[in-house]
């Protein structure tokens, strides 16, 4: 593994935020490109498929992004140093998903020139994935074509993320009428947003799901107001909405937009939720290595994939989007492996 150890290393002295990935992009190209692999790019995503490609033969996708976000003030130390410290990487993007994508290049490398495998292998590095954008694994999708079943590397400790909730943001805003704040004059706006943020901070979901929990809103920002002496006749807030996979993001939508008296506009409702059966032959083989499954808070390139995915990665993700971000070189060894016995013997 020390030739992608060592290329992600380059990865992180490297800055890749969102839409300014090439530089990066042409790392992942580069090294493909050394060892004799075809691939094929659209933006800033590269893919690449196994050297006896058969028609027929299901599909599995290997994908991780090549984008990370942006560092905090709170680093300690170079964020783009890549310092190896006996089992220790730190860096921005190491965990998340760095460590996963070059396991899983080194997975199909692995897999690359075997003549008969029960199934076709694409790899695909893909960019935007930390800001949700159009033309990251959206855009890749339909250049793909029929895909069986998708493996996406985040951090997951290597246990199997078989749900995923999807991501809504809504932009409130509440109604009044201006008026002297020193009189009785006006409605206030910001009194009509507290009120409905109280109802959508009691509301409670019907459904609850055994893997992704209840139906999660927060309200994450609230503005109202240019002077001190007027009351506001306008207060926006804004609500982040974690959607199990009971509710589609529109059917959500109109729930909560019927709650309140404010308007709501949601940003996008895309990101749907999205799962795969527990019998599924992947998730079986993944219980038969003694694995664990779980339904994850977070969201992922899953929610624009229109076929059944499962996330499992090395890394954690709550060291993801933190200070001094690391990974260990033990986990991506080990995640190498068991991406290896996943594949091995997987019948679809």
Same mark, same amino acid.
């Given at each position: =593994? ?102 899983? =290049? ?53 246990? =199997? ?143 624009? =994939? ?43």
């Amino acid at each position: =593994m020390e030739e992608y150890i060592q290329l992600l290393r380059s990865m992180i002295q490297t800055p890749s935020f969102s839409r300014e990935e090439g530089p990066v992009a042409d790392l992942v190209r580069n090294f493909l490109t050394a060892r004799g692999v075809d691939f094929q790019v659209k933006g800033f995503n590269t893919w690449a498929r196994n050297q006896f490609w058969h028609e027929g033969k299901p599909v599995v996708l290997l994908n991780s992004h090549i984008d990370t976000v942006k560092p905090s003030k709170n680093w300690t130390k170079d964020p783009f140093g890549a310092v190896l410290e006996g089992d220790c990487l730190v860096g921005l993007g190491s965990n998340d998903a760095g460590a996963s994508l070059v396991s899983l =290049m080194a997975v199909f490398n692995h897999f690359y020139a075997e003549k008969d495998l029960p199934f076709n292998l694409i790899f695909a590095a893909s960019c935007e994935e930390e800001i949700s954008g159009p033309n990251g694994m959206e855009n890749l999708v339909p250049e793909l074509g029929e895909v069986s079943l998708a493996i996406v590397g985040e951090p997951t400790q290597m246990q =199997m993320a078989i749900a995923e909730k999807g991501l809504m943001v809504l932009d409130c805003t509440a109604h009044g009428k201006a008026g002297h704040a020193a009189r009785n004059e006006g409605e206030n706006a910001l009194y009509k947003a507290v009120d409905d943020i109280q109802i959508l901070r009691n509301y409670r979901f019907g459904e609850v799901s055994e893997v992704l929990g209840e139906v999660k809103m927060s309200i994450t920002q609230i503005n109202a107001g240019y002077q001190h002496n007027v009351v506001p006749d306008t207060c926006s807030y804004v609500v982040d909405v974690r959607i199990n996979e009971f509710y589609s993001n529109q059917a959500a939508f109109e729930i909560i937009a019927g709650l309140v008296g404010s308007t709501v506009v949601p940003r996008s409702t895309r990101l749907n939720s999205s799962g795969i059966p527990v019998d599924h032959p992947i998730v079986e083989r993944g219980l038969g290595l003694g694995l664990s499954y779980y339904g994850s808070p977070t969201t992922s390139d899953q929610a624009v =994939m229109p076929f059944p995915s499962i996330k499992i990665g090395p890394g954690d993700s709550a060291r993801s989007h933190t200070a001094d971000e690391y990974i260990l070189i033990s986990e991506i060894e080990n995640g190498f492996k068991i991406y290896i016995d996943l594949l091995t013997g997987l019948h679809l």
